[in-house]
């Protein structure tokens, strides 16, 4: 009998893939790290449960990251691998980068009522002080805040909500005077859309010791939600751009 | 209609259209050796088969307006070309290599290149690992019921997370059995772990390595857990690809999570 053949490591230990985004995470990587090769840190202090490819339940240990395929496409089969995430889950990333006009793209399905505070990603310090941004929902619809230290503004968007289950890929703009705007896409279909707000200064920097967090700000409770994907780019190209960029 | 994607941009979205090197439907060429005796018709093969790397050749044509715009375009595929590249094909695109350029060229039909604008654009990237592998992993849930692990077309890794039951304590002897379709034993690893509730353990089938995560998410490595058997690979010929039938894993202790890509030849 002839050995079977092994294929090698999936990537040669010297070379990383080089990523023009300011951070990339994709849940189909199964780690907490970025594209761009920056380890994320998670922390659950309980254990919580899972399901597997054909459905199966599993208890995640305390700190083990739920690791859960999901029907992202639809088709009845769980073909597509993610982070699940309860109120107790937060997964954050150093952000040494300076508040700048962005694009954020960020795919989810929701797995639960969103609160007041629940919230989808922020950059923000452990006090929610100084300087941030923050995608989440007001209990009924998502809004983006951007807060430069001094002063803050909102912009929420109307029409359709997301329940439970929905499949949810919001994006939006940060821009080069501080203002920002927002656009939701529910279970693959249209587009709805805040107005662009009024300019807000950016700040020199974030709140001291920001993180980039998902699922979470530095305060708040967590949402409850399925993460696919978190991926911001600098500049406000256009939402084609946004997605190809690696 | 997009036919490549490096580091999920289309080609067509660079600007370029592809002429030649379309997708890869075939699997890879095996090197065997082969010894042969006197007196013996033929030869005695190897028992192992060699791979190379897989090349991804593609030829695509540009079209530009401006020897500047030419530049631009080759700026940015330089910059596009550059690390690690995920390569996907339109037509399965669930599947990525993951490879380095190593040859860009790009000429003008004739020259002067300042007068015949538009480039042909040559470009080889070569993949350490020259199978396709799933963008999308999946996981199976471990216990002492033998669960099947469809497979690809070539062995894989991948990672089992252990724990106690229901995530508790788990210090019993514990071994992570692999069996064919056929229920014949084909790998196992014993181990004696020293999990405390709440804590897992990493079985990583690719590094190979054994690595505990406190609650804290403190990590460290525990190799020395393991106490007898060897690290194995899930394979396609311990399956039935036609009968949807697989080899299967188990445990004899504790529960677990096992997290794997798929690896396709073709």
Known sequence: ?246 | VPTIYLNDTPIEALGLSLAEGGPLLGGFSVTRATQSWQGRAGGIASPVGTVGPRVVRMVADARVASAAARLALMDALADTLTGLIEVRYEDAPDRVLRGTARVFEAAVAMAPSWVNLDPRVVVEIECPNAARVDVEPRSVVLGATPAAVPVGTLPHGGRVFLTGAAAGALSTETRLRYRGVSGVLLGELVLLPALLAGEFLTIDLDAPSLVRTTTAGVTSNVYGWKTGGAFFRPAPRDGVRSADAWGTLELTAGAGLYVYARQWST
């Not at chain 1, 230990?13 to 907490?32: K, M, Q, Y």
């Not at chain 1, 952000?95 to 954020?104: E, K, N």
């Not at chain 1, 920001?210 to 409770?221: D, S």
């Open chain 1, 1 to 246: 009998m002839t050995a079977p053949l092994i294929p090698t490591t999936l990537d040669p230990a010297e070379l990383d893939p080089v990523s023009r985004t300011i951070a990339h995470w994709r849940g189909a990587d199964v780690s907490t790290r970025l594209v761009s090769g920056q380890l994320g840190t998670f922390t659950r202090g309980a254990t919580a449960t899972l399901v597997d490819t054909a459905g199966a339940a599993f208890t995640a240990a305390n700190a083990m990251p739920r690791w859960e395929p999901r029907d992202w496409l639809a088709t009845g089969l769980r073909t597509h691998m993610g982070l699940l995430m309860g109120t107790a889950d937060r997964l954050t990333w150093t952000a040494d980068w300076r508040p700048r006009a962005l694009a954020f793209l960020v795919e989810f399905v929701e797995n639960g009522t969103r609160t007041g505070s629940g919230t989808v990603f922020a950059v923000s310090n452990a006090a929610d002080s100084g300087a941030r941004l923050v995608l989440a929902s007001n209990g009924t619809n998502y809004g983006l805040t951007h807060h430069n230290g001094t002063a803050g503004l909102t912009v929420t968007l109307s029409g359709a909500q997301a329940a439970t289950n929905d499949r949810v890929t919001v994006r939006g703009y940060l821009y080069a005077d501080g203002s920002v705007q927002l656009w939701q896409s529910l279970n693959g279909g249209a587009e709805t859309f805040t107005a662009r707000s009024a300019a807000n200064a950016l700040a020199a920097a974030w709140g001291a010791a920001a993180l980039l967090r998902l699922n979470a700000t530095g305060t708040g409770a967590g949402g409850a939600a399925w993460y696919r994907r978190l991926k911001l780019v600098p500049g406000n190209p256009d939402p084609a751009v946004v997605a190809r960029t690696f």
